[in-house]
């Protein structure tokens, strides 16, 4: 169908309607900031989060390269899809009337609209009918595992909408289509039934099975999960894929436990229904679970949105499927792990219970307390690597050493770094002191070796992170402790289009401008008490930049000849994302024939030279640190009268 003139009445209804904050959720993990939320900018390589999304003006803008607009226009951008598209897509998820220009047109696209209502009825019908099959005779056994085995009331019962899908071939399909008179194909489409090869009819998908339907965010059946009653495999039996269930972008549950995870601001993701059904049965209501699926990225995404600190608990079977299923989870998400964009932790049940068996035999208190323990995923990881090995044996003691380094590598922050160095050394030295000093070195230079190897920004080496990483800690110690600067190095960052690459620091920054603009008399006065009060009410998500606000014996030092260090940061960071700029350019002139393209070459080559001249300057402006620069440091005077050096 070609593309239709949509009505300006529809389109501003759905401008009306969207959210922008829902909306790109989808594709970026969005942090609660002040009114607004960040993220990394999905249009560019970030590593830091520079995007940002206001639901106050329903705009959206990334601060390093100026992408901006409305819900409609980020659609555009991510999907590379015409204006047309959005926004009937958009009237789509948010149930709006599509008016059209052509008479023609309007009867289609309310045809494609209204399968979807129609999908959702099919789909409540069923459920309604499956409740009713669980109280008939042939749904006693059903029932009965429901209250026997598996202990439900029947509030839960009714709560969950549990149900049972009859054991006959057409049950279902006599139902909806003979007696209901559905459309056979709109049935079909809904995933409930199945054509039989070479046209000879349906039958029903699920049979003689524990029925459990799966909801949208809005409370709307959109799929099912069936349990064997019997031997039968598979075990569990999903819907298929549909209009309406896509079931790695759903959670079982979720549309129960958002606002319970919102409020206690953690989610716990565990592997099947009845896990979550025991769990929100025993009050424990901010459970969801995938669904037969290694937890995606685009789960992990909705969950992100209801926690503020962004924390998620896995809780899979202490098993080695469980284990598998843990590490596949850690995986999906590792990226945002390691940027600090989720605190992911992992909880393994004692005696390798899952937590429907252990809650028949312990409290939902007990059940918390473990959720309060869970280990953070790395140190969940450092534990997995050491299941089994016998470190007195040479081959195992150097395996679980390269393992670790290989874990330890990918961290971003120095100090994160340095402490589970250290706690390795800790566990694989098993208590010998000497042993732990001699490992954490050893640990310290393997890890430094391949750190950020094949996870490394964009065209930026190890040397330039630690260049970063010592001129941005070197700005915000000053910015923290010498308030008489803060103006100088707020200045020096605008002028130079400048901002902090790191993500820690980054975080950091922006709470400190949160923090002046609220209130910036009582920040003016102790700008690090206020911080550091915000800090303490989450350490696991601050905990890295806490080093900060102590004075060292460098600190001090660098109190002393502030605006040399200033300048000194400054022009390191611009030298670091010249060096970013021109290893890029030179790699696009690289790839790039000459011959079929003289233009662009040229125009790469002009971009090289420039970041090369741009270099050059900086190299020049740090050389030129005159005599009267260092005159003006106190320990300078002191220094030229004690050896009778006239002052100029």
């Not at 006693?140 to 598996?150: C, D, F, G, I």
């Not at 002393?560 to 260090?565: S, T």
Request: net charge negative; charged share 25%; proline share 4%.
């Amino acid at each position: 169908m070609e593309v239709p003139r949509l009505h300006p009445d529809t389109i501003e209804e759905v401008k009306q309607r969207v959210d922008i904050v829902d909306v790109v959720s989808d594709h970026v993990v969005l942090r609660k900031r002040g009114k607004d939320f960040t993220g990394l900018c999905p249009f560019h390589d970030d590593k830091s989060p520079s995007f940002s999304v206001s639901p106050g003006k329903q705009f959206y803008y990334c601060f390093s390269c100026g992408a901006g607009g409305n819900a409609i226009k980020f659609l555009m951008e991510i999907g590379k899809r015409s204006f047309a598209d959005v926004v009937l897509d958009l009237a789509k998820r948010y149930q709006v009337p599509v008016k059209t220009l052509e008479p023609a047109q309007r009867q289609e696209l309310q045809r494609q609209l209204s399968l979807r209502e129609q999908l959702y009825e099919v789909l409540a019908l069923t459920a309604k009918f499956y409740e009713h099959a669980l109280r008939q005779n042939d749904g006693k056994v059903a029932l009965t595992y429901l209250t026997e085995q598996r202990q439900l009331t029947e509030a839960t019962i009714q709560q969950f909408q549990l149900g049972y899908a009859p054991a006959g071939w057409q049950t279902l399909y006599g139902y909806l289509v003979e007696q209901k008179q559905f459309p056979v194909e709109l049935v079909e489409k809904a995933g409930l039934i199945v054509p039989r090869p070479e046209g000879r009819g349906y039958y029903d998908r699920f049979r003689d099975r524990l029925m459990i339907p799966i909801h949208d965010l809005q409370g709307r059946v959109i799929g099912f999960g069936g349990r064997t009653l019997g031997d039968e495999q598979p075990k569990y039996l999903n819907s298929p894929e549909t209009e309406l269930f896509d079931k790695g972008k759903t959670l079982f549950a979720l549309d129960k436990a958002r606002s319970t995870i919102a409020k206690q601001d953690r989610a716990v993701v565990v592997e099947g229904y009845f896990d979550v059904i025991a769990l929100h049965a025993a009050g424990i209501t901010n459970a969801v679970a995938s669904l037969g699926t290694a937890l995606s990225v685009a789960q992990v995404r909705l969950l992100l949105r209801y926690s503020e600190s962004k924390q998620i608990v896995l809780n899979f079977d202490a098993d080695a499927a469980g284990t598998k299923a843990a590490e596949r989870a850690i995986g999906e998400v590792a990226d945002l792990a390691y940027q600090g964009e989720v605190q992911l932790r992992v909880l393994n049940i004692p005696q390798g219970k899952d937590p429907d068996e252990f809650l028949k035999t312990h409290t939902a208190v007990n059940y918390q307390d473990l959720l309060d323990q869970a280990p953070l995923w790395l140190d969940w990881q450092m534990q997995q690597i050491l299941v089994g090995a016998d470190l007195n044996q040479a081959d195992q003691f150097q395996h679980c050493i390269q393992e670790m380094v290989k874990l330890l590598g990918n961290l971003p922050n120095a100090t994160l770094r340095t402490h589970y160095i250290h706690r390795c050394a800790e566990l694989l030295s098993q208590g010998n002191a000497r042993l732990t000093v001699q490992l954490e070195s050893d640990l310290r230079t393997q890890v430094r070796g391949q750190r950020w190897h094949g996870r490394s920004q964009k065209w930026q080496r190890p040397a330039d992170r630690s260049l970063l990483e010592e001129s941005e800690a070197q700005l915000l110690r000053l910015y923290l402790h010498v308030p008489e600067y803060r103006s100088l190095i707020r200045d020096s960052l605008e002028e130079r289009d400048l901002d902090f690459s790191l993500s820690h620091h980054r975080l950091l920054w922006q709470l400190i401008l949160e923090v002046q603009t609220t209130d910036p008399v009582e920040a003016n006065a102790d700008l690090i008490s206020l911080l550091q009060d915000r800090c303490l009410e989450q350490p696991d998500r601050w905990g890295w930049v806490q080093p900060l606000f102590q004075l060292d014996e460098k600190t001090q030092r660098d109190l002393l000849r502030a605006p040399l260090v200033v300048r000194t940061a400054i022009a390191s960071l611009e030298r670091v994302m010249c060096e970013k700029r021109r290893r890029h350019f030179l790699d696009l002139w690289k790839q790039t024939d000459y011959a079929a393209t003289p233009d662009l070459a040229q125009y790469y080559q002009q971009q090289i030279y420039a970041e090369n001249q741009r270099i050059e300057e900086i190299d020049r402006e740090q050389r030129q640190v005159t005599f009267n620069d260092l005159a003006q440091l106190p320990w300078v005077g002191e220094f030229q009268d004690a050896i009778g050096i006239a002052q100029p």
